[in-house]
């Protein structure tokens, strides 16, 4: 470890530092630019009702118990209201894959931005459609 | 050494809204500049993880084990799941083998990712800070195309895995790999041949193999000492697919002092680390077997599960991590479960290594084990 | 003949008269109040007419105005650069690539409540961080930025401008004392201990320049630089002088005193509000003092280009000598005190004494050499 040597690897130094100001940020600006999500990404969830019938493995297989079932509410024969509640939902997938039925899917909408903690509790009237009217706020729109 | 025996003596507490205690504290005595009493102090993250788990089914045990440590998801929800692989007597599918292992070292590659730039920027170097996060973001896209989370993946299950490959993942892995391989001389410019990073780390943290494994230490740590003790070498898992591919224990061996390790050791030791995982994944990623990934017929065996114990263990990134797992007959949920993580010990062995060192090089000590909060206070 | 009427006639007609003299004299009063104001005005307005150029430097442009525009610019521009370094953006929501983030950053960090520890000496606490500013930008008025663009020109005022921050180390340690708590009390300790090391291979090697040009005045080293900057003579005092810069400012590799993950902030753990801002501002301010002392010993100060303003190059070969600190700043490790302290006095000091040994015996053989330098 010469003088020499150190002086060398000081240089190296500031040869990587001095070539990454003209890299480009890696950084996305992301509330104003999207990103690439996966076909799998794990985001809200959609219900789609035709195919439901009530048999509440989705709410067994929650482990943070945010699915909460109403059976009495009643569109098709024998299907059920969702109600989820994205205040507690971690997003592991575990309902997706009890439901046998092809009822239940993951769409990989992640922006879930809510002005009140009782507008993150999806009723069945937005768990069924993926239209979602964003938070407006002093006449900003959020995600 | 007490208070009052020395006069000088003050007690700083390295604590729990310092900026770089992100959910510890430890005590600290100190005379002067010098360190002479450390009293690590665990509980100030503990989350009562082994409790919950109690209340938990089978699924959604590992869900807990994975944001221990969210750094390392992969590796730390495989004890659970193959605790109860043993106790169901659930057979994996060999793809299903060969991708736990590929996704266990890519994870074990990015967690070690993320602790050079968080010793970096304990050493006070925020350029090192971001740049291999910037790496490790490729491998989040590719965690994130497979299992669709970046973190709290949840990919392993009782029986097999529950994600299949496709081609977009490994794509993405191999784009990671090919941008780690050429970040890594460069790394190695900024880490291990900077001359500061030299001065501040050699001789500092400094003990041997001995002292290491009567403290308990695993892993890196104790591999730095020369030590080859890797779990995936002398205890071969049968549900991993070590035995496919050749590779050695990586360990260092310094001239200066053999059979001892100090702090820049463990950091020559991690990139050794980076580099074994990376020639892991090269070879086994044209071997992936087809097949199914989970046996449809296993699957509802872990519903309910016999009675019985098992011991499920992992080499993770920071040591060995353990669960102890024990059933009743017919149980929807574990009887007990317990978890041995990888970073009490060497959190505990400040207790030894700090006092007699410089107030200025605690952070470098303790950084340099690889401590991660969430595995000491579970 | 008098009798009492006559009397209360007198006394009747005396009230005008009485009135008059009261509001004369009001109004007479009220005149001498305005006039003595006016001659004041008159006074204080012939001053600025007559030190018109004077003040005009003073105030707005190699004065207060500017030295504060420009430490905004330079916060700015270091967090820019910061961020590209490391891959990120850095501040860009406010302004035109997020220029006027610094001015919300301000407005944000006054108007914060601030909070004085309990232990803290309270009238120290409150008085510390703005005397420390105002110490810092003292030197600036020593700055040539043009040979006739500077607000005060003495025949030792490089000595002076190393007699105010030698200031500065003492206010850091007095105000990690006065803040209650240990760890800014270690933080204190640890600049003045900075400043121990720094010091004097940082005045070493600004005795180069000063030999070779004669001349103790800033101004003076500047305007002998005319035939070649010293930075081709000295290169070796340049970058001594800048490491000894930067430990002295206390910025990242020797950034002990502020080492945010063993010292939370160091002896600026406590201030909150206007005093950190304060105290933050005054780093700054003192590395762009030293990077237009760099320009000024070495770098040949505001000669350059000739089809060039002189101001204009002046700022010009500042603003590349900051981007070096910035560069040199995020390329290595914190080091430890004792280690500042032994590299500063085992490196840089024998440097920096060998350096200048050189160029006397240079110029002391090669008297053609001295007649280039003095520019004859």
């Not at chain 1, 000081?10 to 480009?24: E, G, N, T, Y």
């Not at chain 2, 665990?42 to 440590?69: D, P, T, W």
């Not at chain 2, 659930?90 to 292992?101: C, F, G, I, S």
């Not at chain 2, 049968?238 to 463990?266: F, I, K, Q």
């Amino acid at each position: 470890m010469g003088f020499f040597s150190v002086l060398g690897d000081m240089f190296r130094i500031f040869k990587h530092v001095f070539r990454q100001v003209f890299v480009r940020p890696f950084t996305s600006l992301y509330p104003f630019e999207d990103r690439y999500y996966p076909e799998r990404t794990r985001g809200r969830h959609i219900h789609i009702r035709e195919k439901c019938t009530a048999c509440s493995q989705c709410v067994r297989a929650c482990p943070v118990v945010a699915i909460r079932i109403d059976k009495e509410d009643k569109m098709y024969e024998k299907d059920a209201a969702l109600y989820f509640d994205y205040s507690r939902c971690i997003f592991c997938g575990l309902c997706v894959e009890a439901c046998r039925f092809d009822s239940l899917f993951h769409t990989p909408i992640v922006d879930l931005s809510e002005g009140e903690r009782d507008d993150l509790l999806y009723g069945p009237d937005k768990i069924e459609t993926l239209e979602r009217d964003p938070l407006e706020w002093r006449g900003r729109r959020f995600r | 050494m007490k208070t009052d025996i020395v006069d000088d003596a003050i007690e700083i507490w390295f604590g729990p809204q310092h900026v770089s205690a992100h959910g510890w504290a430890t005590k600290l005595t100190l005379v002067g500049d010098y360190i002479v009493e450390c009293d690590p102090n665990a509980g100030y993250f503990h989350r009562s993880a082994e409790k919950v788990m109690e209340f938990r089914n089978f699924r959604q045990g590992a869900l807990i084990m994975e944001r221990l440590c969210m750094l390392e998801a992969f590796l730390a929800e495989y004890p659970y799941v193959t605790a109860v692989e043993k106790i169901a007597g659930l057979e994996v599918p060999e793809r299903a083998k060969v991708m736990r292992t590929i996704m266990m070292e890519a994870s074990r590659i990015h967690s070690l990712q993320f602790w050079w730039g968080q010793f970096a920027a304990e050493l006070g170097l925020f350029t090192m800070l971001l740049w291999p996060w910037v790496d490790r973001e490729f491998f989040l896209d590719a965690f994130e195309e497979l299992s669709g989370s970046r973190h709290a993946v949840s990919y392993n299950t009782p029986g097999g895995v529950k994600y299949d490959f496709n081609e977009g993942v490994i794509a993405k892995l191999e784009r990671a790999m090919d941008r780690i391989e050429d970040r890594l001389p460069k790394f190695k410019d900024m880490l291990l041949r900077g001359p500061t990073f030299r001065v501040r780390t050699q001789g500092i943290g400094q003990f041997t193999a001995e002292q290491g494994l009567k403290w308990g230490l695993s892993g890196p740590n104790i591999k730095a000492c020369g030590v080859p003790m890797d779990l995936r070498k002398d205890d071969p898992d049968p549900s991993l697919a070590y035995d496919m591919c050749d590779w050695e224990v990586p360990t260092v061996h310094n001239e200066d002092h053999p059979g001892e390790s100090d702090a820049y050791d463990r950091m020559v030791q991690r990139f050794l680390e980076v580099e074994t995982s990376l020639g892991i994944i090269k070879q086994l990623l044209p071997q992936v077997p087809d097949g199914p990934i989970i046996d449809p017929k296993h699957r509802a065996k872990a519903n309910r599960l016999p009675e019985g114990e098992a011991y499920g263990r992992v080499e993770g990134t920071r040591g060995v991590t353990t669960l102890w797992l024990k059933t009743q007959d017919k149980a929807q949920t574990p009887w007990r479960a317990k978890i041995r993580g990888p970073c009490f010990s060497s959190y505990y062995s400040l207790k030894h290594l700090v006092p007699s060192s410089k107030f200025a090089d605690f952070i470098v000590i303790f950084g340099s084990l690889d401590p991660y909060p969430g595995w000491w206070d579970r | 003949m008098q009798t009492w009427i006559d009397g209360i006639v007198d006394w009747l007609f005396g009230i005008p008269t009485w009135l008059h003299d009261v509001i004369s004299w009001w109004v007479r009063a009220i005149f001498w109040w305005l006039s003595s104001i006016w001659a004041i005005f008159v006074y204080v307005w012939s001053v600025v007419v007559y030190n018109i150029g004077f003040l005009f430097k003073a105030v707005i442009f190699p004065g207060l105005i500017f030295i504060v525009m420009g430490i905004i610019f330079a916060v700015w521009s270091t967090r820019k650069l910061w961020g590209r370094i490391q891959a990120r953006r850095g501040p860009f929501h406010i302004g035109k690539y997020g220029g006027l983030q610094l001015f919300a950053d301000a407005i944000k960090l006054i108007s914060k409540e601030t909070i004085i520890p309990e232990k803290a000496r309270r009238w120290m606490y409150r008085f510390l961080p703005s005397f420390l500013l105002i110490i810092v930008l003292l030197p600036f008025a020593f700055i040539p930025w043009d040979s006739s663009w500077f607000i005060a020109d003495l025949s030792v005022s490089l000595v002076l401008v190393f007699a105010f921050l030698t200031a500065v180390p003492v206010i850091a340690l007095l105000s990690g004392w006065i803040s209650g708590s240990k760890y800014s009390l270690i933080g204190g300790f640890r600049a003045a201990n900075n400043q121990f090391a720094c010091e004097i291979p940082m005045i070493i090697s600004s005795v180069g320049p000063a030999l070779l040009a004669g001349s103790l005045s800033v101004m003076g080293i500047a305007q002998a630089q005319a035939g070649i900057w010293y930075v081709v003579l000295l290169p070796v005092n340049m970058v001594t002088f800048l490491v000894a810069a930067i430990a002295s400012v206390g910025t990242f590799p020797f950034d002990a005193p502020v080492a945010d993950s063993e010292i939370i902030f160091g002896w600026r753990t406590e201030f909150s509000g206007i005093y950190f801002t304060m105290t933050y501002f005054a780093e700054f301010a003192e590395q762009l003092l030293y990077s237009a002392l760099l320009v000024t010993l070495f770098f040949g100060g505001f000669w350059g280009l000739p089809f060039i303003p002189a101001v204009v190059n002046f700022i010009i070969k500042f603003l590349v000598v900051f981007f070096f600190f910035v560069i040199v700043t995020s390329s290595f490790y914190r080091l430890r005190q004792d280690q500042i302290v032994r590299y500063c006095w085992k490196y840089l000091l024998p440097l920096s004494v060998l350096n200048v040994v050189v160029a006397l015996l240079a110029i002391a053989y090669f008297p053609g050499l001295a007649l280039l330098v003095i520019g004859g």
